[in-house]
Structures are given as structure tokens and as C-alpha cells.
């Protein structure tokens, strides 16, 4: 059974930041491209920053510099740390797991992530 278990949300000041986890089970993490999204309250499920499984990477704009993305695959983790958090930052943020085009990716439960004074 595939898993994807993130963990690191919380609440955090403005300029503050987080580092958020992501830990799979049931896949050959090392084969598949990693990626985190993040979903706004009355807003749809955007792609915030992915890697591959050749550890490329590429970030939504409103995050470059900001954020990054890297991963472990002795711990079949990816990690997401984020500096300068400001709130617009705020929402529910998931982790993605993804074979190839061809296959439906598998998603964790999401962590909550509130950037507020």
C-alpha cells in the first residue's frame, strides 16, 4: 500500500520558516518525481516546487528564491523548505508522488501551514 506522510506544518510569523516533510512507503522512491503542492482556501491546487527523479527541479515563480526543494532516497523523503514566509503562503500543502505521465500520481494528506502575526 503506497503512503505519502507529510509532516512540519504548523503556524508561523511572517518572515519566519518551515521545513516540510515527506515520507514514502510502498514505492521505489529513487523512480519517481517528487513534487509539493499547496491549495489556498477558495482556491484551486497549484504546484508549488518539483523534483525529478534525476533531482531537477523546478518552482512555481511566486516561490523562486524563496523556497527549495531537495530529497533524500536513503530516507525516501522530500523535503520543502521555505524562509520568508509571508500570508499569502497560507494553505494546505501536499505532497506528490509521480511514476510518469502515463500513471495517476499518489498524494498525502496534506499539512497545514498558517503564516500569521
Same mark, same amino acid.
Not at 506522510?5 to 516540510?20: F, I, N
Not at 513534487?35 to 491546487?45: E, I, N, S, T, V
Not at 518539483?50 to 522530500?78: C, E, L, M, P
Given at each position: 500500500?503506497?503512503?505519502?506522510?507529510?509532516?512540519?506544518?504548523?503556524?508561523?510569523?511572517? =518572515?519566519?520558516? !518551515?521545513?516540510?516533510?515527506?515520507?514514502?512507503?510502498?514505492?521505489?522512491?529513487?523512480?519517481?518525481? $517528487?513534487?509539493?503542492?499547496?491549495?489556498?482556501?477558495?482556491?484551486?491546487?497549484? !504546484?508549488?516546487?518539483?523534483?525529478?527523479? =534525476?533531482?531537477?527541479?523546478?518552482?512555481?515563480?511566486?516561490?523562486?528564491?524563496?523556497?527549495?526543494?531537495?530529497?533524500?532516497?536513503?530516507?525516501?523523503?522530500?523535503?520543502?523548505? $521555505?524562509?520568508?514566509?509571508?500570508?499569502?503562503?497560507?494553505?494546505?500543502?501536499?505532497?506528490?508522488?509521480?511514476?510518469?505521465?502515463?500513471?495517476?500520481?499518489?498524494?498525502?494528506?496534506?499539512?497545514?501551514?498558517?503564516?500569521?502575526?
Amino acid at each position: 500500500q503506497v503512503r505519502l506522510v507529510e509532516s512540519g506544518g504548523g503556524l508561523v510569523q511572517p =518572515g519566519g520558516s !518551515l521545513r516540510l516533510s515527506c515520507t514514502a512507503f510502498g514505492i521505489i522512491f529513487s523512480a519517481y518525481d $517528487m513534487g509539493w503542492y499547496r491549495q489556498a482556501p477558495g482556491k484551486q491546487r497549484e !504546484l508549488v516546487a518539483r523534483i525529478t527523479s =534525476g533531482s531537477s527541479t523546478n518552482y512555481a515563480d511566486s516561490v523562486k528564491g524563496r523556497f527549495t526543494i531537495s530529497r533524500d532516497n536513503a530516507k525516501n523523503t522530500v523535503y520543502l523548505q $521555505m524562509n520568508s514566509l509571508k500570508p499569502e503562503h497560507t494553505a494546505v500543502y501536499y505532497c506528490n508522488a509521480r511514476r510518469d505521465a502515463r500513471t495517476s500520481p499518489y498524494w498525502g494528506q496534506g499539512t497545514q501551514v498558517t503564516v500569521s502575526s
